[in-house]
């Protein structure tokens, strides 16, 4: 398979790399770590980064392609394989796609390539190692990225996600001089407002019989403290974590743009993974997520974690 990636590299002038919408740092991270790389590997081709953006691009801006250019390019999606988390105007336009995804979600789009490796942290994790067994340099902006990716997915190795790959794969990217404090620093400080937010969130907590935690994001909670879709769906389910008493966590946060509510599943040692897909998501066994029209339809998903939470 390597061979053949690499020739397809080789081979095409134009290279565009999408990766899911809403992105997570490992999205980020996998999608600018191959974007660098190749760029220096290749400074005469056309390389794109394309997709929409929010607080956690800590790298630049996207970039904008014509559907004429990628039906002329290799397309390169990362970090899914899932339609529904998915811009359509991202990958349907193509000469070749290649899927690149850590998740157990089974694809549902068309592909020309999908390399697929459940056993990786980070999908980050996988294209370090794809990178490597092309014999690729890493160079320190990309190695900079794909060690952001691996943190963001990893909760800076706290996860049972981490294994003596991830490790190893990580002390490459230091190998190449980037700076982890100034990382850290970059992703987890935090003014005294979010601090703030952070306690008006938590107090707000509910907790049920089966000590499942959760919170209803609603749409008059955000506008009121002017909040980011993001930080509080993705920023804020962590609140809930590292509880004794709290096996399952859940935050539900409604998203004006797409009139959805973003649903964050997360267990300790529970595999909360076949929610999430029954109500058409997926992700990690533990870390995962889906979108629901209806506050409805997060009561359902609350009674099955706590179902699921009776489960010995």
């Known amino acids: 398979m390597e061979r053949e990636i690499y020739n397809l590299i080789k081979d095409f002038d134009s290279i565009v790399i999408a990766r899911h919408k809403n992105p997570d740092l490992d999205a980020y991270g996998s999608q600018f770590g191959l974007y660098y790389a190749l760029k220096a590997r290749f400074p005469e081709k056309k390389i794109y980064a394309i997709g929409d953006t929010n607080s956690l691009n800590f790298f630049q801006e996207m970039d904008k392609v014509d559907d004429d250019i990628k039906k002329e390019s290799l397309v390169f999606v990362l970090d899914t394989v899932a339609k529904q988390m998915l811009n359509e105007e991202d990958y349907i336009h193509n000469k070749k796609i290649v899927f690149i995804d850590h998740h157990r979600n089974m694809i549902d ?70 700076n982890i404090q100034e990382i850290h620093d970059l992703i987890y400080l935090e003014s005294i407002e979010n601090k703030q937010i952070k306690n008006i969130f938590f107090n707000s907590v509910k907790i049920t019989k089966e000590n499942v935690a959760y919170r209803k994001n609603k749409k008059e909670f955000i506008e009121k403290y002017n909040l980011d ?84």
């Not at 399952?248 to 929610?275: G, H, M, Q």
């Open 109 to 178: 789009v068309d592909s020309d390539y999908y390399i697929r490796d459940t056993e990786s942290s980070s999908t980050a994790e996988m294209v370090t190692n794809l990178l490597i067994q092309l014999g690729f340099e890493i160079t320190k902006d990309s190695a900079r990225a794909l060690y952001m990716g691996i943190i963001g997915d990893t909760g800076r190795f706290m996860y049972n996600s981490t294994t003596a790959n991830t490790l190893r794969t990580a002390a490459v990217l230091l190998d190449k001089g980037i």
């Open 229 to 312: 879709t993001n930080f509080v769906s993705r920023g804020l389910v962590g609140q809930m974590s590292g509880i004794k008493e709290i096996p399952i966590w859940a935050n539900f946060t409604y998203d004006s743009a797409s009139e959805r509510i973003f649903c964050e599943l997360r267990s300790r040692n529970k595999p909360v993974l076949d929610i999430a897909k029954k109500y058409g998501g997926g992700g990690h066994l533990y870390a995962c997520g889906c979108s629901v029209e209806t506050w409805e339809e997060v009561d359902k998903i609350i009674k099955d974690l706590n179902k699921l939470a009776k489960e010995r």
